[in-house]
Protein backbone atom coordinates (compact mmCIF):
# COMPACT_ATOMS: atom_id res chain seq x y z
CA UNK A 1 0.00 0.00 0.00
CA UNK A 2 0.99 3.43 -0.58
CA UNK A 3 0.07 6.33 1.83
CA UNK A 4 -0.01 10.18 1.27
CA UNK A 5 -0.13 12.70 3.74
CA UNK A 6 -0.31 16.22 2.54
CA UNK A 7 0.65 19.23 4.48
CA UNK A 8 1.14 23.25 4.22
CA UNK A 9 -2.49 24.73 3.57
CA UNK A 10 -3.49 27.62 4.84
CA UNK A 11 -5.36 31.49 4.27
CA UNK A 12 -2.97 33.90 1.63
CA UNK A 13 -3.92 37.24 0.66
CA UNK A 14 -3.94 37.42 -3.52
CA UNK A 15 -0.39 37.33 -4.64
CA UNK A 16 0.88 35.52 -1.70
CA UNK A 17 2.69 32.02 -1.45
CA UNK A 18 2.25 28.36 0.10
CA UNK A 19 4.45 25.67 -0.62
CA UNK A 20 2.82 22.15 -0.42
CA UNK A 21 4.04 19.40 0.73
CA UNK A 22 3.17 15.64 0.05
CA UNK A 23 4.80 12.64 1.90
CA UNK A 24 4.20 9.30 0.21
CA UNK A 25 4.73 6.00 3.22
CA UNK A 26 4.62 2.22 2.24
CA UNK A 27 5.24 0.67 -0.85
CA UNK A 28 6.59 3.68 -2.33
CA UNK A 29 9.40 2.05 -4.82
CA UNK A 30 6.11 1.39 -6.83
CA UNK A 31 5.65 5.09 -7.31
CA UNK A 32 6.84 6.03 -10.72
CA UNK A 33 5.08 9.82 -11.33
CA UNK A 34 3.49 12.27 -8.63
CA UNK A 35 0.64 14.89 -8.58
CA UNK A 36 -1.47 17.51 -7.40
CA UNK A 37 -4.82 17.85 -8.09
CA UNK A 38 -7.75 20.37 -6.90
CA UNK A 39 -11.41 20.74 -5.89
CA UNK A 40 -13.29 23.73 -5.49
CA UNK A 41 -16.53 23.06 -3.62
CA UNK A 42 -18.29 20.36 -6.21
CA UNK A 43 -17.25 17.09 -7.35
CA UNK A 44 -14.43 18.20 -9.99
CA UNK A 45 -11.07 17.42 -9.50
CA UNK A 46 -8.53 19.07 -11.87
CA UNK A 47 -5.21 18.28 -12.52
CA UNK A 48 -2.87 21.07 -11.32
CA UNK A 49 1.15 19.55 -11.98
CA UNK A 50 2.42 16.51 -12.48
CA UNK A 51 6.36 15.22 -12.00
CA UNK A 52 8.01 11.71 -12.88
CA UNK A 53 10.74 10.18 -10.77
CA UNK A 54 12.88 11.12 -13.22
CA UNK A 55 12.32 15.16 -13.42
CA UNK A 56 9.79 15.75 -15.69
CA UNK A 57 7.07 17.95 -15.50
CA UNK A 58 3.46 19.19 -16.94
CA UNK A 59 1.49 21.76 -15.61
CA UNK A 60 -2.69 23.12 -15.95
CA UNK A 61 -2.17 26.53 -18.56
CA UNK A 62 -3.87 27.96 -15.40
CA UNK A 63 -0.95 27.79 -13.44
CA UNK A 64 1.90 28.03 -15.80
CA UNK A 65 4.64 30.10 -14.38
CA UNK A 66 3.17 30.41 -10.86
CA UNK A 67 3.56 26.98 -9.69
CA UNK A 68 6.15 24.93 -9.77
CA UNK A 69 6.30 21.43 -8.26
CA UNK A 70 9.49 19.07 -7.77
CA UNK A 71 10.42 16.06 -5.93
CA UNK A 72 12.67 14.73 -3.16
CA UNK A 73 13.35 11.16 -4.38
CA UNK A 74 15.59 10.20 -0.96
CA UNK A 75 12.27 11.83 0.63
CA UNK A 76 9.64 10.37 -0.87
CA UNK A 77 7.98 13.75 -1.11
CA UNK A 78 6.56 15.87 -3.73
CA UNK A 79 6.19 19.78 -3.75
CA UNK A 80 3.92 22.69 -5.03
CA UNK A 81 6.06 25.54 -4.68
CA UNK A 82 2.77 28.32 -5.17
CA UNK A 83 3.59 32.12 -6.08
CA UNK A 84 1.36 34.81 -7.07
CA UNK A 85 -1.59 33.07 -6.15
CA UNK A 86 -5.31 34.56 -7.15
CA UNK A 87 -8.18 33.46 -5.39
CA UNK A 88 -9.70 30.93 -8.38
CA UNK A 89 -6.66 28.78 -6.81
CA UNK A 90 -8.60 28.13 -3.90
CA UNK A 91 -9.41 24.43 -3.62
CA UNK A 92 -8.76 21.59 -1.61
CA UNK A 93 -5.42 19.81 -2.70
CA UNK A 94 -4.72 16.86 -3.04
CA UNK A 95 -1.72 14.70 -3.99
CA UNK A 96 -1.79 11.39 -6.15
CA UNK A 97 0.55 8.89 -7.00
CA UNK A 98 0.95 6.59 -9.95
CA UNK A 99 2.56 3.77 -10.78
CA UNK A 100 4.67 2.96 -13.78
CA UNK A 101 1.70 1.59 -16.03
CA UNK A 102 -0.29 4.33 -15.01
CA UNK A 103 -2.54 3.42 -12.14
CA UNK A 104 -2.91 5.34 -10.00
CA UNK A 105 -1.89 4.06 -6.29
CA UNK A 106 -3.01 6.39 -3.78
CA UNK A 107 -4.94 9.81 -3.19
CA UNK A 108 -3.92 12.37 -0.04
CA UNK A 109 -6.64 13.41 2.49
CA UNK A 110 -5.88 16.77 0.83
CA UNK A 111 -5.24 20.17 2.68
CA UNK A 112 -6.93 23.21 2.35
CA UNK A 113 -5.65 26.74 0.51
CA UNK A 114 -7.68 29.98 0.44
CA UNK A 115 -6.46 32.61 -1.10
CA UNK A 116 -8.88 35.99 0.02
CA UNK A 117 -8.25 39.15 1.34
Known amino acids: QVRLVESGGGLVQPGGSLRLSCAAS????????MGWYRQAPGPQRELVATITNGGRTNYADSVKGRFTISIDNAKNTVYLQMNSLKPEDTAVYYCAADSRIGVRLSWGQGTQVTVSS
Open 26 to 33: GRTFSISA
